[in-house]
């Protein structure tokens, strides 16, 4: 029964020859039988033990989260070509068999495995799609207070806006106009909040137009 001594070449043959048909040591998704086996094993298995090394480095994928693996641990020795409950003619192997208790057991596998998926899935960090803007805004004359257009262009503040670098620009008659970047967040900011809220100081600004739009 079981694989014998996991850390000398005959029990990790014997694990080769046995994990040459399949991807676990019990069902059809990673368990504690794995856990167990993984941890008997020690460290990672030569190259030439070709089936063993593939498995080993799967379930070590799942090192952080061995915990809350399906299954029950069961001492090494359990497991193996005499403990898995497989006789040589059997075809225990295939998904589809008839068997009803077997699909269901198929079924449930496949499920915990859907689980374990969108468990680690929903850990990882969500990113944020963000672009960066650059605007001109025009003054109605070379009369108008540039500093005042700036600040009131900065106090529009929102959720997803940040304000950047800002600069005068020359355009004709002594006329300068606003030059000013910002980072918005794509699904919190569009470029209709800016010009709406931008055009509402217009008693200062005659325009806005949208000199650059890149995605970061």
Not at 151 to 169: C, F, M, Q
């Amino acid at each position: 029964m079981g694989f014998g001594d996991l850390k000398n070449k005959t029990g990790l043959q014997a694990l080769n020859e046995f994990l040459a048909q399949k991807s676990y040591i019990e069902g059809y998704v990673p368990s504690q039988a794995d856990v167990v086996i993984f941890h008997a094993v020690a460290k990672s298995p030569s190259a030439d033990l070709v089936h063993v090394a593939r498995w080993y480095n799967h379930v070590k994928s799942y090192s952080k989260d061995f915990g809350s693996l399906p299954g029950v641990k069961k001492p090494a020795s359990e497991y193996g070509p005499a403990g898995d409950g497989n006789n040589g003619d059997d075809d225990d192997d295939d998904l589809f068999g008839s068997d009803d208790e077997d699909a269901e057991e198929v079924a449930r596998l496949k499920q915990e495995r859907l689980e374990a998926y969108n468990a680690k899935k929903a850990k990882k960090p969500t990113l944020i799609a963000k672009s960066n803007i650059i605007l001109d805004v025009k003054p109605w004359d070379d009369e108008t207070d540039m500093k005042e257009l700036e600040k009131l262009v900065r106090s529009i503040e929102a959720d997803g806006l940040l304000w950047g670098t800002g600069k005068l620009v020359p355009v004709a008659y002594g006329i300068k106009k606003l030059q000013i970047s910002c980072v918005v967040e794509d699904d919190k900011i569009s470029t209709d909040f800016l010009e709406e809220h931008i055009l509402a100081f217009d008693e200062y600004i005659q325009s806005m137009d949208i000199a650059a739009f890149n995605k970061i």
